[in-house]
C-alpha cells in the first residue's frame, strides 16, 4: 500500500500550483509594503543600545514563533497539503480561489475554518495597533513580521517544490467531513 504522502506525477499540478503562488503572492506583498519600514532604523542608525537588543530579540523571537512554529511547522505544510486536493474535477468556485482554499477559509473542518479567520482578525486587529506605534518601535516590530514572513514564504516553496516532486507534507488537509447517502 502506497503512502498518502506520496503523489503520482502524471501532470504537472497547475490547479494546486495556482493555490501555493497565490498565497505566495499574499506573503510577498506583505513582505514588499513592511520591508522599507524594516529597515529604516538599520539605515538610519539611530537606535539607542537598548533598542537594538530590542530588535535583535524581537528578530529572534518572530523567526522562532512566526517563522519556524507557525509557517514552517503549521501554516505552509497544511495550505500545500489542501493545495493538492484541488484538481480539475473540484468545484470551479474552489480552484478560482484556491489561495483562500488552501489557506483554510472555506471547505475545510469548522476548526480549521475557526482558526483561519480568528487569525486573519486577530493579524488585523494587531496590525491597526502596531500602526499607531510611534518610531522605532512599529519599525522594530515590522522588522521581525518581515522576517518571519520571509521565513514563511522560502518555506511554503519549499514544501511546495518538494510536492512538485512527488512528497507531500505528512499534515492533515482538514478537509470537511464527507456525506455519505
Known sequence: MESTNHIHKKSFPLIPLWGIIGVSFILGQAIWKLWPLAIEPIQNQNLTIWQWVLYAIWLIFMGYSEGYRG???????????RAWTLQ??????????????SMGYFHATRKRKI?????????VGIVLFVKILPYPYRHII????VLGLSYGLVCLLLIGFNAIRGILPP????LPPTKIS
Open 142 to 145: 515590522d522588522g521581525g513580521v
Open 115 to 123: 482558526i483561519s479567520w480568528s487569525l486573519t482578525f486577530g493579524i
Open 71 to 81: 509557517f514552517q511547522k503549521a501554516f505552509c505544510p497544511r495550505v500545500v497539503r
Open 171 to 174: 499534515v492533515s488537509p482538514d
Open 88 to 101: 480539475s474535477s473540484s468545484p470551479t468556485l474552489h480552484i478560482l480561489l484556491a489561495p483562500l482554499y
